[in-house]
């Protein structure tokens, strides 16, 4: 009887999650900002908040209201499963058991996986400004962690989120970053614009990026395939 464990069954990474779903999410995250400019909640000032309250904040926004009501087309119970906030995934052999993504984001539908646990859309925050740098913050404590297998390791993509204050953009600012250590990211492709992707006062167009993985799947021993992020950055203006 077979279980699908043995090697010549394992079939990983997963197949690729669609642009639809990206762009219905990134839409959500998008609606759930500008809601939470709008009418923020007493004693949050979404322009100075730390990295954990503005996620929190944003993640109730987006659930609780957004999914919940319907806001956005296609961000429903017909599309998507759940959004869960720091739920806690091991990296890809197993060594930590407490990697705790942002957000993760559940799509309906995908019962042909090979790891029902590693099968989300994974989400992660970072504020951008001049204490949290996108080399140092940005990049080593949220792209690194895709590039090392610690998130996102059986998917080919994954998203990042960043609460941009004034004067920080992708262009130049992550840009430049990738640019300049490019060997220490892996970068494949510098960032590009989504042509899909809308720009708004609030919130730039979400940029593409290509990294290699240097982890082997314990499950197949084949090498990890570059992983595809996107970049929304959002405005705290």
């Known amino acids: 009887m077979g279980y699908g464990f043995y090697r010549d069954e394992v079939e990983l990474p997963h197949k690729p999650l669609p642009l639809a779903v990206f762009?219905?999410?990134?839409?959500?995250?998008?609606?759930?900002?500008?809601?939470?400019?709008?009418?923020?909640?007493?004693?949050?000032?979404?322009q100075t908040a730390d990295e954990d309250p503005a996620t929190h904040e944003l993640y109730e926004v987006m659930y609780d209201e957004v999914f919940h009501r319907g806001i956005v087309e296609g961000f429903d119970r017909d599309h998507f499963t759940v959004v869960t906030r720091e739920s806690k995934v091991r990296n890809y052999d197993g060594t930590n058991l407490?990697?705790?993504?942002?957000?993760?984001?559940?799509?309906?539908?995908?019962?042909?996986?090979?790891?029902?646990?590693?099968?989300?859309?994974?989400?992660?925050c970072k504020p951008v400004d001049a204490v949290h740098t996108v080399g140092v913050h940005y990049g080593a404590k949220g792209i690194a962690r895709f590039i090392r297998g610690e998130y996102a390791w059986a998917m080919t993509s994954a998203l990042m989120v960043g609460y941009a204050s004034p004067g920080y953009t992708i262009d130049p600012k992550l840009f430049e970053t990738l640019e300049a250590r490019g060997e220490e990211f892996k970068v494949r492709r510098l960032p590009v614009p989504c042509r899909h992707s809308p720009a708004v006062s609030f919130a730039e167009k979400a940029h593409i990026t290509q990294h290699?993985?240097?982890?082997?799947?314990?499950?197949?021993?084949?090498?990890?395939?570059?992983?595809?992020?996107?970049?929304?950055?959002?405005?705290?203006?």
């Open 23 to 46: 762009l219905i999410v990134e839409e959500a995250i998008r609606v759930s900002w500008q809601r939470l400019k709008a009418n923020p909640r007493p004693r949050h000032n979404i």
């Open 98 to 124: 407490d990697k705790m993504p942002d957000l993760l984001v559940g799509i309906a539908g995908r019962n042909d996986v090979y790891r029902n646990t590693q099968d989300w859309l994974f989400i992660e």
């Open 212 to 237: 290699e993985r240097g982890f082997h799947y314990v499950e197949n021993a084949q090498p990890a395939p570059p992983i595809k992020l996107r970049h929304l950055w959002l405005s705290r203006n």
